[in-house]
């Protein structure tokens, strides 16, 4: 993941390497406004000018790359808040707080719930019923749990139909 600092560190670098181009640009102007070019130390300065230039291409480039990821990143982060815009922080009736679908939602989905530990890194997960704790929601993402009152689809009631149903089998 890109961040800002690493971005400012790249342009720290990028300057220097343009401000090392600079002066072996200035140097070169130097030797061919003599009266008798040296041809050694003019050579030496512009390998200098060219390694200088090379350096502030790839920083250029770095620094395209790490704007670019926080573009992305950027971008993710605002369709998320979008995403969660259609929910609601709620109580589960057990103390726990979960971002619940809004009511009059018009996607068509199912009521339920999503992390809201996972959603504070901007990414969604919808909880499920706890198979192995009654009345309690986890999220297959971080493995949170939350006390919730489920009813139905609770541990118990999914046990107790597994268990006839294996009765069944006999
Ligand atoms: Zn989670």
Known sequence: MSDI???IGLV???TSSIVGATEATKNLKQIFSRAEV???ASKQLILELLDKLI???HDQMA???GVLALQRELQQRDEFQAELARYILTDTGRGAAVYRLKDGDQSGEPPHQICP???ANAKKSIL???LTRHNCLYCPACRAEFLANIGDASAMIVSVQ???RDWSDF
Do not use: F, M
């Open 55 to 57: 350096e502030a291409k």
């Open 128 to 130: 499920q019923p706890s």
């Open 162 to 164: 597994r268990s006839r």
């Open 12 to 14: 720290g670098t990028a």
């Open 63 to 65: 620094i395209e790359e």
């Open 38 to 40: 040296d041809l050694t």
């Open 5 to 7: 600092a690493s971005i």
């Open 117 to 119: 530990s996972c959603a």
